[in-house]
């Protein structure tokens, strides 16, 4: 009876309360039911659908109407501290009512030092704040609740319920500035939703994901609408509005880092959770373009700022780091992203790529400058990996067919814009490298193309072979007028993950390409075939390139392989090349390209260079064989017996045309005529040959005789075409004779001196061509005994060659000159040195005005080169130094014993030494046959002296010598 009577008055009251039409009197009277009942279980629901009828929706008329709200709010929290379950449905509808309300007051509510009435200002505010607090309890009753079949109208009213609030939750965060009294409760309350709303979307879609049965049993289907769609526009709503908030978030300059924080996480937490079942609507492309612009907007402020600052006010690395910071967490989310949702990072992947290119070429552009070296360190170890990683998560993407793919990589190298960051330094410089568009600079792009190559191993075949077919537009961009400084002079910093601990190097962009090209090659050679032959083809052609960036790189690599590849393999890429160059040589074979291939065979194996050797020197009128020769044929790599022969034939040929041209007494001249001298010159130079021996006395006065016709003819040239032929053959036979150090001891050389000497008296146009040679020539001379006075036409000779040299101001010579002097005076027996330097030395000049002459200037660089190179050669050690040899040998000494001990046999009995002869003993007619090949080898040498051998002599004489060492052999094994 007296639950009954309760519950009477408790309808009594509502009554009353009910048809009072003064908000005042009602409010009077709510807070009389407030203070005289206490809520039980069985008074809730006739309260909550009270409660729910006595919420206002008109517009708010003044504080009473929110005093009313605000109590109303209060007995609903009363109520769901007495119980949650039994009115949900009712406390949903009356949240949804009331966030939508206290949103609508919002928007109507000018700024909050506007209105007139303070008490209405409060009382809304705090409405405000009672609304999410009392919707957060909700979500966490909501989240913990099960899910029945009696749930049919509770996921409608939880769909409005979450979209209402989110509502309100990002119209408070976003007009702040109207609730500044309960601001910072207002946010913490909205990190407590976003957060809570992520767990109830997370849970909802789990239980979607159940199996149809299962579905059946605990969700049902409510009439025609299905609970995934419920569940997918909850989380578009909680998606959409943590999306909103995330970006307004970033926009506080560090305010709202943890609500920063919060709503990204829901973004990222629910887009990989409800990937393939979320709300159409939804534009997943959208956020990543966010994520990427408010990454790149942070990233140009702090450009912007640096940019400005003086040599001393550079940003240390922590402050780089810092800054970078929220960028990298951008970023990272963004990576995410596209992880989860490949097809809509397709969409916008050149969004991507353009935004990677912007790091990239940022990065490059705080390299150059030494106050931003700490920022650009900061790049390439918290920013450049992470959108590096961006790009790869789009290239590694399995919705991706190669000709996306081979699009996306063609973005890294395309080059509209004409932005030259190496030599501008206009404030508008960095806005214009900010465009996420992908014609962007192409230094970025090549670090980029390179960075892909080397984590090439982790993007499987299909994506290896499209990097492999766009190797040539690396080298393109490489020789780019923009991107060549860069490769030749920039240090750029590189994250070395080798190391346990991943730490910053600098290295020179070149080292860079090259490492990582060759990198690449030893992935690529056994992991794909397909992927080899583009790479092989695109070595191939760039070999052939006329710009010498690319022979250089592709010599590297190429010897890189044939250094470590299998011997099949190696005599393929010589024969293609060979091959290659067949096609050439009619057209016109360069000294680059010769030089290249001699190069690649100096890398192979002995039986490799023989049998190329033999190719080509048995198709001499290709060409290819005698430009070889001039360019440095390696003869050290061909085995002995070729060695011998090539040798000999480059001698014998020699001898035949330095007979020839004299006999003639000079004739015309040409390249291809003294291609012996060229050819002998090259491998004197470029070879350690040892056959001296081969030149005999006649050989040698030959090659003076010749040397002279040359220089006579030179100087009665009738044209200066011929001239300049002579001038390259005198200059070889300088080489030739430099190399032969021998010839400076002959009496012969004196006349040789004053003949070179005449080609500069009087100074010619064409003097430069011996500049190289002569130096070569003027540092043998430390072997010859010189004559010193001023009536000695071969001293005054020597001293005026040695000015030529000294005064030439090409940069190169003057080294050289200085270089050869240095030798010249460390080796020879002349007393007075001053008379071989001038007094106005290239390098006596001043090096700013080029005009005022200082002779301790040249005194500096000669006394550089002699402690470098000759004077140095006895060492001074100090005492300590001293102490520590001491120790050193006393080490080796007691080592030495040790090993001597061991190593000393001790003595044999008589049994032991009959065993040993009998071991050594020779068969029976061993000795015999010795003799005969001794015998036959005799024969052999008398008929091939009665014999005229044209075109056999080199290949017998070459087998007799073998036959020679193997019998001499066989003679000490019988002796013994």
Known sequence: MEAEAKKNNLQSLLEVIKASDVLEKRISLISQLEDSFQFEVAELGLLADYLLVSWEDSTCVGASHCMLHKMILQIAMKCMEVDTTTCLSQFLVLSSKASSWCEKHLKETGAIDELQDENHSTAFQKIILDVLVFASNLISVLTSSRITKEDENLMLMTETFISELLNLTKASIMDNKKICNVLSEVLKVAQNILEGTRALCTTYSDASKMDTATKEEKLNKIGEINFTSLVSKITRHAIQTSYEIGVFAASGGGTYVTLLNLSWKGVVTLLQTNKGALDEKLKVGDIITTLISLALEMLKSASESWSVLTLEEGPSIAEAKRAFLPIKFFLINAVRICSAFPLEALVVQRKIVGCALVISNLGLYFSKETRLRAASEAIAEYVGPTSFILLQAVLSSDAMDSSAKCEVIGCLFQNKQEVDFLKTKEPDLLASMFSTDCDAPLPGGVL?????????????????????????????????????????????????????????TWKLMYTFVVQTLKAFLIFVAPSSAVAWMEVETVLLENLFHTHYLCVEITTELLCFVLHHAEAALTYQIIENILSLLRIVAPHGLSPRIARAFNTLLACGS????????????????????????????PFDSLSENVNRIAIRRLFLVLNEFMEAYCRENGGTCTDLIGFPVHALASALLFCNLKDWDMLDEKTISSLFKFTHCLIHSYKNAPNNSTKVSLAKLISSMLDIISETKQLYGYPEMSELVTDVHSIFVPKSDTNTTFLPSLVRFITGLSHMKIPEGNDNSVSTAIWDLN???????????????????????????????????????????????????????????????????????????????????????????????????????????EEQEVLLRKKRKIPEGFCEGVVLLQSGLKAMRGALDQTDLAGFENEISSHMASLENVISHLVCLSDS
């Open 448 to 504: 980029l193309f390179l960075n892909l190559l080397r984590t090439s191993p982790s993007l499987g075949e299909s994506t290896t072979i499209e990097l492999s077919k766009c190797l040539g537009n690396l080298f393109s961009s490489l020789i780019d007028e923009r991107t060549y400084p860069f490769v030749l002079g920039l240090e750029i910093p590189v994250l070395e993950n080798s190391k346990p601990t991943p730490e910053i």
């Open 606 to 633: 002995s039986d490799i260079v023989d049998r190329i050797y033999t190719l080509i020197s048995n198709d001499e009128k290709s060409g290819i064989y005698l430009q070889l020769l001039v360019e440095g044929f």
């Open 803 to 909: 000015h030529i040299l000294l005064r030439e101001r090409h940069w190169a010579v003057m080294h050289q000159a200085v270089a050869a002097f240095g030798y010249f005076a460390a080796h020879t027996t002349c007393t007075q040195l001053w008379r071989f330097v001038p007094d106005d030395a290239a390098l006596s000049y001043d090096t700013e005005t080029g005009t005022v002459t200082d002779e301790n200037r040249f005194m500096s660089e000669l006394k550089a080169f002699l402690e470098k190179e000759v004077a140095a050669s006895v060492a001074v050690f100090s005492g300590e130094e001293f102490g520590f040899l001491k120790k050193e040998g006393e080490s080796l000494q007691k080592k030495v014993e040790s090993c001597t001990s061991v190593a000393v046999p001790m003595e044999m009995g």
